[in-house]
């Protein structure tokens, strides 16, 4: 079955930082998902990855997917507090369902 | 735009009770999924629906859940006896299916807590 790794499981940085998420797959990603999630909340949809070495950005944040489909990035920039949450990888295999990594928490401090 | 909409938000009941959840999609949407969340994990997937069809259910779907899409718009996921584990957040999402990958949107959730 599909595993997805996040790292780091965590991050503190100040306001103002660039920072990088990683999500690594064990077998080819066919769409990758990103999401954000505030404690006790719903996820929130950023972007979906299709195509090998597609990118896509919204606002601050930049999501690549790698050439050989195994491997994705988030990239955000100038953090600000409101992109404090957790970010979640989600991956469908070809399948309908998605699995996720058990996400990266980040905290931005003034 | 009305999102995906969970009801009720917070339940907590007596271990042994029945509770039972609802989801209502976004109105356009013919894919309904349940995922359940325990605390520091990601989501899990439980079952989803193609309009009032249940095409999958996960193996941590046991004989106590049960879901329901009766006339492809609201779901409910009803758990009975409950159990000490079953304490989690339960995630509902739904997806428009025909013409490539579609992103899921998901409500926010309903938070279960099992005396």
């Known amino acids: 079955s599909q595993e997805l790794e996040q790292s780091p499981q965590s991050l503190i940085v100040q306001e103002g930082k660039n920072l990088t998420i990683n999500c690594t797959s064990s077998?080819?990603?066919?769409?990758l998902y990103w999401y954000k999630q505030k404690y006790g909340e719903g996820l929130i949809f950023l972007m979906m990855l299709q195509k090998g070495g597609e990118e896509k950005s919204h606002e601050k944040i930049t999501a690549k997917l790698d050439e050989k489909k195994q491997q994705s990035s988030l990239h955000i920039t100038a953090s600000q507090p409101s992109h404090a949450g957790i970010y979640l990888c989600?991956?469908?295999?070809?399948?309908?369902?998605?699995?996720f990594g058990t996400g990266t928490r980040l905290q931005v401090f003034p | 735009d009305t999102g995906v909409s969970q009801n009720p938000r917070h339940k907590i009941t007596k271990r042994g009770q029945n509770v039972t959840f609802r989801c209502d999609p976004i109105s356009e949407h013919n894919r309904l999924y349940w995922y359940r969340q325990t605390l520091g994990q990601g989501p899990e997937f439980l079952t989803y629906?193609?309009?009032?069809?249940?095409?999958?259910k996960s193996r941590l779907l046991s004989d106590r859940f049960s879901a329901e899409r009766p006339k492809g718009s609201f779901s409910t996921l009803e758990i009975q006896r409950t159990e000490q584990g079953d304490s989690a957040m339960y995630l509902c999402?739904?997806?428009?299916?025909?013409?490539?990958?579609?992103?899921?949107?998901f409500g926010d959730g309903t938070r279960l807590s099992i005396l």
């Open positions: 629906f193609q309009n009032e069809a249940q095409l999958e």
């Open positions: 989600g991956a469908d295999g070809n399948t309908d369902k998605l699995i």
């Open positions: 999402a739904s997806s428009w299916a025909g013409g490539g990958n579609q992103p899921q949107h």
């Open positions: 077998k080819t990603l066919y769409g």
